[in-house]
């Protein structure tokens, strides 16, 4: 059993935006005119695949390095994601004059590799599997004092992706519904403790894929559970919440008023359409919330928002989707 700890408050976002307002950008909002014209409402897109390193996971990664004490700064920081919280955290130790060290294991593949190296981490390359690469982790923040930043489930991450809510409820003040990818839940436990605390009203969606939507089984089984991690054009949602989550399942389950999965063709035909209408190159991940508008899985209340959460797509791979070309990624090994 996990121990429960108090949700993440607006305060603490506030306190967030402060903190990270030197180095992250505020990323604009446009509205939609196909969608809103489609939708006969207002549908806008929070552009944050147009964050500096690609994705929201800047925020949240600027914000946890911040709220270290001096002493742990000198020590610096490790992790072990060669994604989108790799990058920002890379980048975020780097703006702060602080030592990051990722770890990976020998099969992750060149590009991520020299994505993370690019944004000014130390990588290093041990063993067979991301376990093993951990446990590099484990002995960097036992025996030289690290200090080890989750992706997700840790109250500053939160408090960081939750200044994306603050945003958002500035550029788009008569917002109903907003539509959030997830995954591990930070950006939603964030985004909904924000909006939540200055407009109860407004309803909150999570969006998953339909491939290995751990938060979603997790929710239906009641509390955290082991879910297969399988291929999918959403890379960046795959992935487990950990078995001893400590704040975003319970802030999830409480704060989120549903949970929408999409299929493999939906999240292609949203980074279609967000590229050839909005003209704009988003990765699976962040066509979600497209990809149920354009499904009519949302019941469409009032003015929508849906989050572009990240840009960090394999270009060749990008244009065989906005080709039309059928993009299979079901059968390679997750
Ligand atoms: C990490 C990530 C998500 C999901 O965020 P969680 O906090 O894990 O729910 C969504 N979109 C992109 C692009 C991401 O990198």
Same mark, same amino acid.
């Given at each position: 059993m996990s121990t429960a700890q108090p949700f993440v408050e607006l305060a603490e976002i506030e306190a967030a935006r402060s903190a990270i307002a030197a180095t992250v950008r505020r990323t604009p909002v446009n509205k939609s005119p196909s969608l809103s014209e489609l939708l006969g409402c207002p549908v806008h897109l929070k552009l944050e695949h147009t964050q500096i390193t690609g994705s929201f996971k800047l925020r949240g990664a600027t914000n946890a390095v911040a709220s270290l004490s001096d002493a742990d700064k000198q020590r610096g920081v490790a992790g072990v994601s060669t994604g989108n919280h790799g990058r920002g955290l890379a980048h975020a130790a780097k703006a702060a004059g602080v030592r990051c060290i990722i770890c990976m294991s020998r099969l992750v593949p060149q590009a991520k590799i020299d994505g993370i190296k690019a944004q000014g981490a130390e990588v290093r390359i041990v063993g067979n599997s991301q376990d093993e690469a951990q446990l590099e982790v484990d002995r960097l923040v036992d025996e030289d004092g690290l200090t080890m930043i989750p992706p997700f489930d840790h109250r500053a991450i939160i408090a960081g992706q939750g200044t994306l809510g603050l945003e958002l409820l500035e550029q788009v003040p008569d917002v109903a519904t907003v539509l959030v990818p997830l995954s591990g839940g930070g950006?939603? &436990?964030g +985004?909904?403790?924000a909006l939540k605390a200055m407009r109860p009203d407004v309803r909150i969606i999570g969006i998953s894929m339909e491939? @290995?939507?751990? #938060? $979603?089984?997790?929710l239906k089984a009641g509390g955290p559970v082991l879910v297969k991690e399988l291929a999918t054009l959403a890379d960046s949602l795959g992935g487990g919440i950990g078995l001893g989550n400590q704040l975003t399942f319970a802030m999830t389950r409480d704060l989120v008023d549903d949970v929408v999965l999409v299929s493999e063709a939906e999240i292609a035909a949203g980074i279609r359409h967000i590229y050839w209408q909005e003209r704009q190159i988003v990765e699976g991940a962040g066509a979600v919330g497209v990809a149920a508008l354009l499904s009519r899985k949302i019941e469409s209340v009032g003015? +929508?928002?849906?989050?572009? &959460? @990240? @840009?960090?797509?394999? #270009?060749?791979? $990008?244009h065989r989707v906005i080709s039309g070309e059928d993009v299979d990624v079901t059968q390679e090994a997750a």
């Open positions: 950006l939603v &436990s +985004v909904a403790a491939r @290995g939507p751990a #938060m $979603h089984e997790c003015p +929508v928002a849906a989050i572009l &959460s @990240g @840009g960090n797509i394999d #270009m060749k791979q $990008h």
